[in-house]
């Protein structure tokens, strides 16, 4: 049944062609938004007054500690995060805390870790290589600038013109000879 109304929204006329299930009191869904939005529960509590709608609400990161502004207008929840990534970040070290005392996530990770092992070798050989070069060239160096021996950093070579002691000298010949 086709009927003309007026919108209970913007009072403009339409026409409800009966399409749709019960009676149609707006014209479009987006007056429809509109009317109810400004008739919230929310916009009608008597603790809202205006200069609490207008003021800029400030709030500290669960995730990183930072002071950030809440800039949405008539929000209701109160937001706890200044970022998304910081709000994963969060939600991902709390799981992680939860599980990593677990017997079988530690069982778990080990298997995991195991079969990756085996997997990528010399990946891994790699990286614990490349690390321990760098330790071990900073290692050199502190020695270095101390004034010690290189390799086990216990005897001083200040007047001499080698960066070893004797000691490790001679286990390097002896090392080069067989």
């Not at 800029?56 to 990534?85: A, H, M, P, W």
């Not at 614990?128 to 050199?140: D, P, T």
């Not at 021996?149 to 010949?173: A, D, F, L, M, P």
């Amino acid at each position: 049944m086709i009927t003309q109304k007026n919108c209970e929204g913007c009072e403009k006329l339409f026409i409800d062609n009966g399409k749709y299930y019960g009676e149609r009191k707006f014209c479009s869904p987006k007056c429809r938004r509109k009317y109810y939005h400004k008739k919230s529960y929310y916009n009608n509590l008597s603790i809202k007054s205006e200069l609490s709608k207008n003021a800029v609400k400030t709030g500290k990161c669960l995730g990183c500690g930072n002071k950030f502004v809440d800039l949405r207008n008539g929000n209701v929840i109160k937001k706890r995060f200044c970022s998304e990534k910081c709000r994963t970040r969060y939600n991902a070290n709390l799981a992680y805390q939860k599980i990593k005392n677990d017997p079988k996530y530690k069982k778990y990770a080990k298997k995991k870790f195991k079969n990756w092992l085996k997997n990528n070798k010399e990946h891994f050989n790699d990286l614990v290589r490349e690390k321990n070069k760098l330790h071990q060239r900073k290692i050199r160096k502190e020695r270095e600038e101390k004034k010690l021996c290189r390799k086990c950093g216990k005897i001083s070579v200040k007047n001499t013109k080698y960066h070893n002691c004797e000691e490790c000298r001679k286990k390097r010949e002896i090392k080069n000879i067989t």
